[in-house]
């Protein structure tokens, strides 16, 4: 059983109340979950994509991070280090918060982070039933990504050099 803490739409903690992942009473209304995101951009200006293993919920998909829920008693950025850790093999522990999104239909308060490395990026580790490839990618081929191939866009809205030209 996977216990989360429960949020305010302002990002504060609602002392006294633990959110149940899977709960069949579900999440009241105007109380949201932690979730983080990692965007990981290479030195070369390229991102990295990971796909969704197609047993998971949106699977075969790509998104343009890292991510998941925090765990009870997890910060934004411990909750940052540890999925960027577990879904690719990276261990960082300078993230940058570029930004937050409340989203009222899914009760997710997301923490969005950007990571920046020089690391060889043919050392990517893939973690058993969350992902099963990755790609790096230019800005161009990241924005012109088809919504039903790209899970994840929060992040564009938030980093300049993702802005889709006008």
Not at 83 to 96: C, F, K, Q, V
């Amino acid at each position: 059983m996977e216990l989360w803490d429960a949020y305010d739409s302002d990002g504060k903690r609602i002392e006294g109340m633990t959110l149940v992942r899977g709960s069949t009473d579900g999440i009241p209304r105007g109380v949201f979950h932690l979730v983080c995101d990692i965007l990981v951009r290479h030195v070369d200006g390229t991102y990295l994509l990971m796909q969704r293993d197609s047993r998971t919920r949106h699977g075969g998909m790509w998104e343009a991070s890292a991510g998941g829920s925090a765990l009870q008693g997890e910060s934004p950025l411990a909750c940052a280090v540890r999925e960027l850790r577990e879904e690719t093999g990276i261990e960082a522990g300078d993230l940058t918060e570029v930004g937050r999104v409340v989203d009222e239909k899914t009760h997710g308060l997301y923490v969005e982070f950007l990571f920046v490395t020089d690391r060889d990026k043919d050392d990517i580790r893939l973690q058993e039933g969350e992902t099963v490839g990755y790609r790096w990618v230019s800005r161009e081929e990241f924005l012109r990504m088809p919504k039903k191939e790209l899970l994840t866009r929060r992040m564009q809205r938030f980093l300049p050099e993702l802005q889709p030209d006008t």
